[in-house]
């Protein structure tokens, strides 16, 4: 079986409801994401941190995965799938997905302010200051902040030299490194990249599909399945 590779961004997760940070409105009108997600934000802020995560914890539990989500799962039956996604919502998951990575990090899980290998799954939405870990340290989202290391970026990298089948979704490809990865496939490989704006970039050996991802990656996958 072919290694199909999927690099899904934003744009993925938008048409079933994930506010970005720019959508959220209200009291995060008035703040940069540096503000909310960065240490300095955790360290200066902890519960404007906490309320800012809680809300698109609450937020997450109120939406479905689309058509792009659950298109991806039917790929599964012809090639050997690895997602690995910007996101940090679990839509991929609960659509049916088996190999997925989160490059920064998980929602609905939060880990140790001591241990980042102390990760659970939190249950609920709401985190407090004052709930620990098992190592009597506080609890932080486990998110991968801005001003922080990507932990799996090297790993991500060669999943990607292995794919024979690149597929882009609603991405910018301006969010670094992970916008990195799609120049890590080998010369083999075909590139697909699914995004409204999708003709605006210039790339090289890159079939575009200025589709959203409801309409371009089942359309994709109906082809890729023949």
Known sequence: MKNVVILSGAGMSAESGILTFRDMGGVWDQYNIEEVASPIAWKNSPQLVMNFYNTRRKQLLEVEPNKAHIALVELEKKY??????????????????????????ELRKVRSVNDDTLITELEGWKLEIGDLAEDGAQLRPHI????????????????V????????????????????????????CTKYYIDPKANQQILDNIVCIDKKATI???????QLLK
């Open 80 to 105: 050997n799938v690895e997602i690995i996604t910007q996101n940090v919502d679990d839509l991929h998951e609960r659509a049916g997905s088996s190999n997925v990575l989160h490059l920064h990090g």
């Open 161 to 188: 030299s292995q794919a024979d089948i690149l597929i882009i979704i609603g991405t910018s490809l301006s969010v670094y490194p992970a916008a990195g990865l799609m120049n890590c496939t080998t010369s083999e």
């Open 144 to 159: 991968v902040w801005f001003g922080e290391d990507v932990p799996l970026i090297d790993y991500a990298a060669e999943r």
């Open 216 to 222: 371009g990656v089942p359309k994709l996958i109906g």
